[in-house]
């Protein structure tokens, strides 16, 4: 057996899961007569039939015009690339088959829209040379929910177009690549794989297969069947990971991933069986939209907790959103982007790709525009307050909406128990005039630490996981207790904070600490004069306790006589330090701790160390004030 399959089975096996729970018994079952040829649709019926396609060539609007130009600029793009080469005794290779995807859906619908033969022979030589191999990853099943979601697409969008060989070709790879390997997979209680977790393995999976089983219905009723009712039972469970607010354990980026090909199998339910038997009403699943654009702080940058990662990829899933809320909000940002990208000139369609990157899944972005929603002269008002509550609570305050140099804070509460879980319960990021100066170092790369041998998924207390920098507990804003890592049973619990009409949140964390102390908690308010005060307390036990206070930032930092003040790009942030400490600190992070790190060049770390007595009251109060709110600011404060 490979190491990159003991690899993929150790992440596919390992990953804790929260004990979410679903009422199977009630579960929605598709009978018989669903996926018999004579009620199935003709294809293409995946997602746009025919008639779909046609009313797009109806729309006049210029988002319409812009996503067609951008859609055809990318398909010429793929015209010219090398056929696909697929390394040979390879168990698991995600990329491959995402790149395939890309590929297969870009030309795909290209040739739906424009009808050029080129898109068409392009599309079926990548299409055919998945279709040939014999094993679409199952050491890794992503792999497979990716492969099996290309083939099925383009197999039903170019099915008039294919020979009879073809579609026999392409049929037996769905059904033995795809299908039956999955049904392998152990689905006992006990067994969170990804066909009963909570986490983005599961409507990844689920949606792929279901697409290739839907694609395929007519030659295999049965099996269509049992993998589209084994969907519809278990996405729910994944359902479950964003209630009641919509905020999203594992953070942004695999909030992207894992939603889209939710959307993607409850539309390809919707398109072929007229049913998405209810998976957009989990509470919270709606919701969700609006915690993603809350994490984005003024100057456009996610908060990238857990594994998460900055990307520059729009995101198609927001038009889906938007189009199911009527809110055009939801995608004023990917509009703008779009518009920088393609603009009409002359009435010919100009392609730039300085402002919107494609993903591969960018055509939908077209099936789920709403022309009208341009109709909409007001904006729906995003709150400047938001909290959610969840598997992952979290907290949101900013002094305005479209003004890059706002104030901001986001705080985060959670476990490190968790699908891509990071020992960061109560970690914050801060931004003021521009800048982001508390910052989150993001994923480390998951290469670096197989290559390292770290227990890369498991999120024991002791796994060596957490001594890899940025998952662990040093490359964050949190509070450390004799330097010790947080507790994974703990589970940091993020509220609302409003006093005196000031916006704030309040992050309980003592489950986490509650080795050294019987209460910790962190709170943080946005003032009227667009400082923030950040507030830690905490109550020891039975011996003494020294607490640390950590800072990420990219600015330069030097000591003042009241505290810190960082510098950067021509801005700066003074930190006002009230309570009494023993010392403050500031470390270059810059170089790689151990052979698993990056590097993190320009970064460092402030530690704010204080000794508390045992069964003692402790605190530590900063003020962090942007250089134009400490020119309001008419009285210092000393220690």
């Not at 594992?250 to 199998?265: A, H």
């Not at 946005?526 to 607490?547: A, F, G, M, Q, R």
């Amino acid at each position: 057996m490979g190491s990159s399959y003991l690899l993929a089975f150790i992440w596919l096996v390992s990953i804790p899961i929260a004990n979410a729970q679903v009422n199977t018994k009630k579960a929605f079952q598709f009978g018989e007569a669903a996926f018999q040829s004579k009620t199935l649709p003709a294809h293409p019926r995946l997602f746009a039939n025919s008639q779909r396609i046609a009313t797009i060539g109806l729309q006049k609007d210029a988002v319409t015009k812009q996503l067609l130009a951008f859609i055809k600029a990318d398909a010429e793009k793929k015209c010219a690339l090398k056929k696909m080469e697929y390394p040979q005794n390879v168990i698991t290779n995600l990329f491959i088959s995402r790149e395939a995807e890309d590929r297969i859906i870009s030309l795909a619908f290209a040739y739906r829209l424009f009808k050029e033969p080129r898109y068409l022979e392009k599309a079926k030589t990548e299409i055919l040379s998945l279709a040939a191999l014999t094993n679409w990853g199952t050491g890794h099943f992503l792999d497979v929910g990716e492969a099996s979601m290309a083939v099925g697409i383009g197999y039903d969008w170019l099915y008039n177009e294919l020979s009879t060989k073809e579609r026999a070709t392409i049929v037996a790879a769905i059904k033995n690549n795809a299908l039956l390997p999955s049904l392998l997979e152990k689905e006992a209680a006990n067994d969170k794989s990804w066909v009963n977790g909570n986490f983005n393995w599961n409507p990844v999976c689920h949606g792929g297969l279901m697409v290739g089983a839907l694609a395929i219905a007519e030659q295999e009723p049965a099996l269509a069947k049992q993998i589209v009712n084994r969907a519809v039972k278990n996405i729910p469970i994944a359902g479950e990971a964003y209630g009641p607010d919509g905020v999203f354990a594992e953070g942004t980026s695999y909030w992207s991933y894992g939603t889209i090909f939710y959307v993607m199998g409850l539309e390809a339910l919707k398109s072929v069986l007229g049913n998405t038997t209810g998976l957009e009403k989990i509470p919270g699943f709606m919701k969700s939209a609006d915690y993603y654009i809350q994490m984005s702080g003024p100057t456009g940058n996610k908060f990238n907790y857990s594994d998460a990662h900055h990307e520059q990829l729009n995101e198609p899933v927001l038009f889906w959103f938007a189009n199911q809320l009527s809110r055009k909000d939801l995608v004023e940002e990917e509009l703008t982007k779009l518009q920088e990208s393609v603009t009409p000139n002359l009435g010919k369609l100009k392609y730039d790709t300085a402002g919107l990157k494609y993903s591969r899944f960018s055509p939908f972005e077209l099936l789920w525009w709403k022309p009208n929603l341009l109709q909409q002269k007001e904006r729906l008002p995003r709150s400047r307050h938001y909290t959610g509550a969840g598997l992952l609570s979290m907290g949101v305050a900013r002094s305005a909406w479209n003004e890059e140099n706002a104030t901001f804070y986001a705080i985060k509460g959670g476990t490190p128990n968790n699908s891509h879980g990071h020992m960061d319960a109560g970690s914050f990021i801060v931004e003021a005039e521009g800048v982001r100066w508390a910052l989150d170092l993001g994923s480390e790369s998951y290469d670096l630490m197989r290559a390292a041998k770290i227990d890369l998924w498991n999120y024991a207390q002791n796994s060596t996981r957490w001594s890899t920098f940025r998952p662990g507990p040093e490359a964050h804003n949190i509070l450390r207790f004799d330097g010790e890592r947080q507790l994974i049973t703990g589970n940091g619990e993020v509220k609302a904070y409003n006093q005196g009409g000031v916006m704030g949140n309040r992050a309980n964390l003592t489950s986490l600490y509650s080795n050294k102390a019987s209460k910790v908690e962190r709170t943080l308010q946005l003032l009227p004069d667009n400082s923030i005060k950040i507030l830690d307390e905490w109550t020891t036990k039975d011996n003494e306790v020294e607490v640390t206070f950590q800072w990420i930032t990219g600015a330069a930092v030097t000591k003042t006589k009241n505290g810190l003040l960082l510098t950067q790009d021509g801005k700066t942030l003074q930190l006002v330090i009230t309570t009494k400490v023993d010392s403050i600190l500031i470390e270059d992070i810059s170089k790689p701790v151990n052979k698993q790190d990056s590097p993190n060049p320009g970064k460092s770390r402030i530690l704010i160390k204080l000794k508390t007595p045992a069964n003692s009251n402790g605190q530590l109060n900063i003020r962090a004030i942007p250089g134009k709110a400490l020119k309001k600011f008419k009285h210092p404060i000393a220690h």
